[in-house]
């Protein structure tokens, strides 16, 4: 049991560290630079550590730059103000993503332009064939580790594993948990050590500075991925714009 829970964990962490390090803090807001080269590797690495549910950046980067013109408006792409459920917003989201991942859209001048694109992965990313070979493959590892049943509850959970990020930050952070500041929409920071979603339920605080690398403000909140962000600076990987 231990080496599924194991890889359940690493696959969570390793998965949601792309989504809010290089989907949304760099993608969407640009708030370090890096060069080609690092850019190009950790583009690769959020398609292999999302697998069946990798979420194309310049797709995400275009509705969050949405979310954050039109917060808790009925043109933000996923409020949870107007939608009366968890799956329906999942499932609005995703048919925005989907018109601007496969440009059925054309987004708004302020909205484009400065995200990362690599169109051979794009490509190879969306292909059925893609998501299933990563689909199976988490199946094999639970048919060859699992020893309770019940361990495959956690399957659908791998499979979807970007939407499901999504929906938890979109949700719980505009609804639940406490407010620094009044960012004139429903914002709220969840959790004040952030160690479930790395940070991202720091919505409040985002919302009051979207270009601030560090999410927490408080002396007792902690975004967990800042430091692997200044780490990361320390080592000339990447360049933060303000520290």
Known sequence: MAIVVVFFLCHWFLSLFSQTFFLHRYASHKMFKMNKFWEKF???????????????????????????????????????????????????????????????????????????????????????????????????????????????????????????????????????GYSNYDNHDHSKNTLPLDFLMMGELFQNNHHKSPNDANFARKWFELDPTYPIMRALHALRIIRLRKF
């Not at 583009?43 to 954050?68: C, D, E, K, W």
Request: charged share 15%; with cysteine.
């Open 42 to 176: 950790f583009y690769g690495f959020t398609f292999v550590s999302q697998g069946s549910s990798f979420l194309n950046p310049r797709a995400y980067a275009i509705l969050h730059r949405m979310h954050h013109a039109y917060s808790d408006t009925e043109k933000d792409p996923h409020s949870p103000h107007f939608i009366k459920d968890v799956w329906g917003l999942m499932i609005k989201t995703k048919n925005i993503y989907l018109d601007y991942l496969r440009y059925k859209l054309e987004p708004e001048p302020a909205f484009r332009d400065r995200y990362p694109t690599w169109p051979s992965l794009d490509r190879l990313s969306d292909l059925w064939p893609t998501r299933i070979a990563f689909g199976l493959g988490y199946t094999a590892f639970y048919v060859a580790f699992a020893t309770h049943w019940w361990l495959y509850l956690l399957l659908p959970i791998h499979y979807f594993m970007g939407p499901i990020h999504g929906a938890i930050v979109n949700w719980c952070g505009h609804k639940y």
